[in-house]
């Protein structure tokens, strides 16, 4: 049996791929496709069941294969399923393409509209309708058939080049820079030893559990500047090419359809509506946080030249994190080696299953005999405990191995929707690179992994918990700009000592989390908040930038303009060879969409600070959280949602107290 091909709810057998079946795969459900689009153009008569739910439904039977098999292209350790995975992605995002201009389906949606019936829709179906409508309009139907044929070749243009961007970003993590064990003073023991080569040198690449801890603890400024010019060349040169050729191919596909740029196009059916709206948050909060970054940076200089007893010394970018974890080391006494003790993986996802069960009223188990793509990735099934029925699959792929995705990422593959008399549970795979057990220890998650891992699970919760109807709308299927609200608002736990009291544990003796070690990385919580927002807003500021008119050129190209934007807007002095943008995965998958990050968070620490006033782990909060955030997915606007939940209209008080502004 092919594992893609399988039936609804059931697993899907990764373990017995192989790159014959993707191609299969692909063939069998594009037909299956075709055949549920053949059905909807002979729709008689035409009504909700015969036009919109089929139409959600195409979609579902498409993305339930898709969605897999682009997890195979960034995760699976065979280079050639990789490689068929790959090849996969360009013949369903043509296919896609190529439905997103059919004129025979867009005449029988709108045929469909002009109904008695189509007309008093209410709900998600009008809302459903009325996005699908918008979609042919922003696909083209307003131009000539020759325009729309041009659109698709456009399409069929970025979605490759995207991919081979994402590829060239995934392929360069494995750099690395032999350094003498002697000149690696402060790296901690652990670390050394599990990079330590037989020549007597460390063998330091970039993946983050690498790179993280190196930039923080080693004392050598020579070598930290080498690998964060190492580091910031990956992909390079190889992807500022294509990367220009996205930007000119996204302005032309604008262009074409009347936009005046991409980030105006990009932002119309989001919670922003004009690239205008977008620039005043972004210019506001930089004016904001302008102060506070202005003194993290001094502390930082403060700190280097004392360190270095150099009174005319300069904080480089490869300082930042070294000088940083200084302070806290010797102003806060919170020691992130200490610290990681308490955080043993297992431990955190105990505690993780726990604070759920208590405010979403779930259920993780953990599946005995899992079918998965590697041996180090986990299964998990999510049981509500009110009906003791599974609502969700979800998979864990947490430690870095060579061609694998190198970030962190929730990966939908299953969208929930309803079946007539069946819902198809959604499924999930959370994909991260934290430090892998080793024989002398378990795997010990910094404070920062611990968020991280936080933030990716409020991805996967919203999906998880999803109740819509249509795949269209299901779990983070939202406006872009409201996705990373549920996984910011999930960081905040973090911070609630009962919470973290409650599952860490010294992975050695046992021991609760210390209270006055939790009061002191309370009280350095906003260490560097204002630098970190700063970098925040200079990425979006980038995005936007690239995406809001510009056409690179020799004139002007897009390193020349992240050099301006970071003169302009942080204290880091420039230094050539920078090409942080070759490898800034989000200008592929985020385009013109980096502003949400922080437009989210607006919204996340509003709702946190319900929780604050109820309790971080009350049971009555948390289902009003699931049942008025999580569970609506994009069925309603997530405006309505947010000041359902609050009772009021949202405001900026909360966001701007936790940047410490």
């Known amino acids: 049996m092919n594992p893609f091909l399988r039936q609804v709810n059931q697993s899907i057998p990764f373990q017995s791929l192989s790159s014959d079946h993707v191609g299969e795969a692909v063939q069998v459900t ?17 009504t909700v069941d015969t036009v919109l739910v089929p139409l959600d439904r195409l979609y579902h039977t498409v993305y339930r294969v898709f969605n897999p098999i682009y997890l195979m292209a960034e995760t699976h350790p065979q280079e050639a399923i990789r490689s068929a995975c790959r090849e996969a992605i360009e013949a369903f995002s043509s296919w896609l393409n190529t439905l997103a201009i059919n004129e025979d389906l867009y005449k029988v ?37 020759d325009d729309r044929d041009r659109l698709k070749s456009i399409r069929i243009d970025i979605d490759k080049l995207s991919l081979d961007f994402q590829k060239n970003i995934a392929d360069s993590t494995s750099a690395s820079l032999a350094i003498p064990i002697g000149e690696a003073e402060g790296l901690p023991a652990d670390y050394v030893e599990a990079r330590k080569q037989a020549d007597g040198t460390l063998r330091v690449d970039l993946s983050y559990p690498s790179y993280v801890p190196f930039m923080k603890y080693c004392r050598s400024e020579p070598w930290r500047e080498q690998l964060w010019r190492l580091y910031n060349q990956r992909a390079w040169p190889a992807n500022l090419d294509l990367l220009d050729q996205l930007l000119i191919k996204r302005h032309e596909l604008a262009t074409v359809l009347g936009y005046r740029s991409y980030a105006a196009y990009a932002t119309e059916d989001r919670m922003a509506k004009t690239p205008e709206t977008v620039w005043k948050f972004e210019q506001d909060l930089t004016e904001k946080v302008r102060q506070k970054a202005s003194a993290d940076y001094q502390l930082l200089l403060e700190e280097k030249r004392s360190f270095t007893g150099q009174t005319d010394a300069v904080v480089h970018e490869w ?19 200490e610290v990681k003790h308490y955080f043993e ?18 259920t993780f188990r953990e599946v005995t005999t899992p079918a998965v793509w590697h041996e180090t990735v986990r299964q998990f099934e999510v049981v509500d405990q009110k009906t003791n029925r599974p609502i969700g699959t979800f998979y ?14 929730m990966f939908p593959l299953v969208s929930g929707i309803s079946l007539g008399a069946d819902y198809e549970r959604p499924v999930a795979a959370l994909v ?20 991280t891992l936080f933030h990716e699970f409020g991805h996967l919760l919203h999906g998880m918990v999803t109740t819509s109807p249509l795949q269209a709308y299901a779990g983070t299927n939202v406006l872009l700009d409201f996705v990373e609200t549920p996984s910011q608002f999930f960081e905040n736990f973090l911070y609630d000592y009962p919470t973290v009291s409650s599952f860490a544990r010294h992975y050695q003796t046992g021991d609760p989390f210390p209270s006055d070690l939790f009061n002191r990385i309370l009280s350095a919580r906003n260490l560097g908040s204002g630098l970190f927002a700063q970098s925040q807003l200079l990425y979006g500021t980038l995005d936007f930038t690239l995406h809001d008119g510009f056409i690179p050129g020799p004139e002007k190209t897009t390193t020349d303009v992240l050099k301006q934007l970071k003169s302009e807007q942080t204290h880091f002095p420039w230094k050539d060879g920078n090409y942080f943008h070759a490898a800034f995965g989000h200008l592929s998958g985020y385009a013109a969409g980096y502003y949400s990050y922080l437009w989210a968070k ?5 709702i946190w600070s319900v929780f604050e006033s109820a309790g971080a782990s009350d049971p009555a909060t948390g289902l009003k959280f699931r049942e008025t955030i999580l569970e609506p997915g994009g069925t309603r606007d997530p405006m309505e949602l947010v000041e359902t939940f609050l009772g009021r209209k949202p405001d900026t008080a909360a966001f701007l107290r936790d940047l410490g502004v």
Not at 319 to 337: C, G, H, L, M, P
Not at 396 to 409: C, I, Q, V
Not at 432 to 451: G, I, K
């Open 432 to 451: 991260c690179n934290f430090p892998a057990t080793t024989p002398s220890q378990p795997s010990l998650l910094l404070f920062s992994d611990v968020n």
């Open 319 to 337: 300082d930042s994190a070294f000088y940083s974890n200084r302070i806290k080391e010797t102003r806060y006494s919170v020691n992130d080696q």
């Open 396 to 409: 864990l792929d947490l430690f870095p191995r060579e061609n694998k995705y190198s970030h962190a990422a």
């Open 30 to 46: 594009l037909a299956e496709a075709d055949g549920v689009l053949k059905s909807i153009l002979k729709a008689d008569p035409l």
């Open 109 to 145: 949606v709108k045929a469909y509209e002009s109904t008695s019936e189509a007309r008093l829709l209410t709900g998600v179906m009008k809302r459903y309708l009325d996005d699908t409508i918008m979609g042919f309009r922003r696909s083209g139907f307003d131009l000539t058939a």
């Open 345 to 362: 993986l297992n431990s955190v996802l105990d505690g993780l299953f726990r604070i759920n069960g208590t405010i979403l009223g779930l």
């Open 602 to 606: 607006v919204y996340a620490q509003d």
